[in-house]
C-alpha cells in the first residue's frame, strides 16, 4: 500500500471557506512534501516541510506536522475557484532518501 | 528557462511494440524521475536517478529501462508494451532530496 494517504479523498466547500486535508504515513521521514495538480496538467511543488518543522506558512497556505502520529495537514484559507484541483502529499523516506512517494490524493473542489 | 521538458504528449502503441519517453530539463538538476499515474492510484515511482550515469528502481519499474549519460536527459524505455503500461508518465527534476520536484506536463499513452 502507499506510504501516503490522503483523507479525506474528496471535498467539496465553497468559496471563502478554509479547506483542510491530511496525510498520514507509515515510515520515518526527512521531509514531507504537498503538490497541486490541476486537471490535465502536472504536478505543481506548493511546500515542503522538514521532519524537525512543526508548521510552516506559505501565502494562504499552512502546513503542520506531526512526526509522533505520522501524520500532516493541509489547510488552504479563504479559498477561490482557482483552487480546485487535486493536492497530493509526498514523503521523503529516511531510508531510500533519494525516492519521494506520493499518496493517492485529495480532490477539492470549490464551489463558487 | 523551459523548465522539464517531455516528448511526445500523447502516444498509441501496439501492444508487443517498443518505445522511448524523451524528458529533459535545463536547470542543472541531479535528481530526477519517472512517475506514472493511473486513475485511483496517485503517483507511483519507476525509475530515478540521483547523477549522470546513476539510476535506481522505484515501486514499479518492470517493463521499463532508464539510462542516464548526460545530468539534462533522463530517456524511459518501454521494451514490449503491454495493455497494463496504458497510463499518464510524468518526469520530474530536484537539485537534490531537499528541494521539491518541477514536473513535466506528462505524455499520456495508450497501448492497444
Known amino acids: 500500500s502507499q506510504q501516503g494517504e490522503e483523507d479525506p479523498q474528496a471535498l467539496s466547500i465553497q468559496e471563502g471557506e478554509n479547506a483542510t486535508m491530511n496525510c498520514s504515513y507509515k515510515t520515518s521521514i526527512n521531509n514531507l512534501q504537498w503538490y497541486r495538480q490541476n486537471s490535465g496538467r502536472g504536478l505543481v511543488h506548493l511546500i515542503l516541510?522538514?521532519?524537525?518543522?512543526r508548521e510552516k506558512h506559505s501565502g494562504r497556505l499552512r502546513v503542520t506536522l506531526d512526526t509522533s502520529k505520522k501524520s500532516s495537514s493541509l489547510l488552504i484559507t479563504a479559498s477561490r475557484a482557482a483552487d480546485t484541483a487535486s493536492y497530493f502529499c509526498a514523503t521523503g523516506l529516511i531510508q531510500g532518501a533519494q525516492k519521494l512517494v506520493f499518496g493517492q490524493g485529495t480532490r477539492l473542489t470549490i464551489n463558487p | 528557462n523551459a523548465g522539464v521538458t517531455q516528448t511526445p504528449k500523447f502516444q498509441v502503441l501496439k501492444t508487443g511494440q517498443s518505445m522511448t519517453l524523451q524528458c529533459a530539463q535545463d536547470m542543472n538538476h541531479e535528481y530526477m524521475s519517472w512517475y506514472r499515474q493511473d486513475p485511483g492510484m496517485g503517483l507511483r515511482l519507476i525509475h530515478y536517478s540521483v547523477g549522470a550515469g546513476i539510476t535506481d528502481q522505484g515501486e514499479v519499474p518492470n517493463g521499463y529501462n532508464v539510462s542516464r549519460s548526460t545530468t539534462e536527459d533522463f530517456p524511459l524505455r518501454l521494451l514490449s508494451a503491454a495493455p497494463s503500461q496504458t497510463s499518464v508518465y510524468f518526469c520530474?527534476?530536484?537539485?537534490?532530496?531537499?528541494?521539491?520536484?518541477?514536473f513535466g506536463s506528462g505524455t499520456r499513452l495508450t497501448v492497444v
Open positions: 520530474a527534476s530536484r537539485p537534490d532530496m531537499g528541494y521539491g520536484y518541477t
Open positions: 516541510i522538514r521532519s524537525n518543522e
